[in-house]
């Protein structure tokens, strides 16, 4: 019988080919919506592990509360000992302190005044510590426009765009004004030594990046860091896992009670991405309803003139015997198949041109100028195992219930009509 179906349909054009175009349109967009929010997802996740938030991030409960503000009089004080702990307590983990700051950066001239000055926030990190990952997750050697990598104490990098407002050149020096850990101000001199794009409006307006050792000198902070970013070994986010991970720890180390007692929050629960996350599943959740709804309704009607069209085939096939149950699940599995041929031509096109944008992306920059989220300015598309098969779910789904609406007709032909409907 499923021979039999399959060359009916593959022969019959005027049978397959409408509802087959229709599925393969709706199939196509449906996975490429998909592979495009799970793409920009996924960039925003990585974005701001790598940059800020880590896989899990450790802070003191009073600096979570103001984080915005990079509190660093309320920093983590023995930060080394605590690394210690998670690395035993957590071995498939990867612990690494990071300071944020904010502050003015100071360009002077040849009389060591001020010839330009402008806002900045920093990070800190370990870039120049023996075998260090910092360089990786930050990106900084790809992100080099000019210059050089840090290579020794006393040197920043600086973002391109902050430099050429700042109009300060290689090798100058850049002095940052902030608040030390204890609440003085502090004067601290650096060497720039390159500048960098990181492709994120937030970073390129005012970022400036600094090894660790450095910044905890200029602000009297040893052995404290703003926090302690934890990321899994093979360096990709999980959900649950990172869930787990904090409540343990939570439980081991945090008291609710003491504003200065560690917390452990997940990337999820950070920056508003939770409600992100939510209302990308939900987006993704709609895009499929829609799709399968707007199919259905047209493979109904097709389903309705493919009846009408064939309305003395079903009429000889029932005269001369055929139950009307067999016909009804003969024209249900003929849908099945044509419903499996769209979906699989339209997921091959959806990721064909998901793989386009998944590599080459499209620059928003422009749009997010003023933008302060952690992101790159390309949005790419990201296909993954779910990519290939969410469009069977409305190409099979609304050419299944299509047919099946439109087939119950079948059931009202009444066979004393049959013969008088032949004679014509």
Not at 167 to 178: F, H, Y
Not at 343 to 369: C, E, R, V
Request: aromatic share 8%; net charge negative; proline share 2%.
């Amino acid at each position: 019988m499923f021979r039999f179906l399959l060359k009916g349909v593959l022969r019959d054009r005027s049978r397959s080919l409408f509802p087959v175009l229709v599925i393969v349109a709706g199939v196509m967009l449906t996975v490429f919506m998909y592979s495009w929010l799970s793409g920009v997802l996924n960039d925003m996740f990585d974005s701001n592990a790598s940059l800020q938030t880590g896989h899990v991030k450790i802070t003191t409960r009073a600096y979570a509360a103001q984080s915005v503000q990079r509190p660093n009089d309320l920093a983590i004080i023995g930060v080394d000992s605590l690394i210690a702990e998670c690395e035993a307590k957590f071995s498939d983990m990867v612990w690494l302190p990071r300071i944020e700051f904010g502050g003015l950066i100071d360009i002077p001239d040849e009389n060591m005044e001020t010839r330009a000055q402008g806002p900045t926030f920093g990070i800190a990190a370990k870039i120049l510590s023996k075998n260090s990952i910092e360089k990786d997750l930050l990106n900084l050697e790809q992100a080099i426009v000019s210059g050089r990598m840090l290579q020794q104490s006393g040197e920043i990098l600086i973002a391109d765009e902050f430099a050429k407002k700042l109009k300060v050149n290689l090798n100058e020096t850049a002095t940052l004004i902030s608040s030390t850990m204890h609440g003085s101000t502090s004067l601290y001199n650096f060497t720039v030594v390159g500048t960098v794009h990181f492709g994120i409006n937030a970073m390129d307006r005012g970022a400036i990046i600094a090894d660790l050792a450095d910044i905890q000198t200029a602000l009297d902070m040893e052995d404290a860091a703003s926090e302690v970013l934890g990321f899994f070994d093979d360096f990709h986010y999980k959900i649950k896992k990172s869930g787990l991970v904090s409540e343990q720890f939570n439980k081991l180390y945090s008291d609710p009670q003491e504003e200065f007692s560690p917390v452990m929050v997940a990337l999820a629960n950070q920056n508003g991405l939770a409600d992100m996350l939510h209302m990308a599943t939900a987006g993704i959740s709609i895009i499929v309803g829609i799709f399968l709804f707007v199919m259905f309704v047209v493979l109904w009607n097709a389903g309705l003139m493919g009846s009408i069209r064939r309305y003395g085939e079903i009429g000889v096939r029932l005269a001369i015997g055929e139950d009307k149950g067999h016909l009804y699940r003969a024209m249900l599995m003929e849908s099945l198949i044509i419903g499996v041929i769209g979906s699989l031509i339209g997921t091959a096109i959806g990721l064909t041109f998901s793989y386009i944008m998944q590599y080459k992306g499209i620059d928003m920059g422009s749009t997010m100028k003023n933008s302060t989220i952690l992101m790159s300015n390309i949005y790419r598309a990201r296909v993954t195992t779910t990519s290939y098969v969410i469009g069977f779910i409305p190409g099979i789904l609304a050419t299944f219930l299509g047919t099946a609406v439109s087939g119950i007709g079948i059931y009202k032909r009444q066979t004393s009509q049959l013969f008088k409907e032949l004679e014509v």
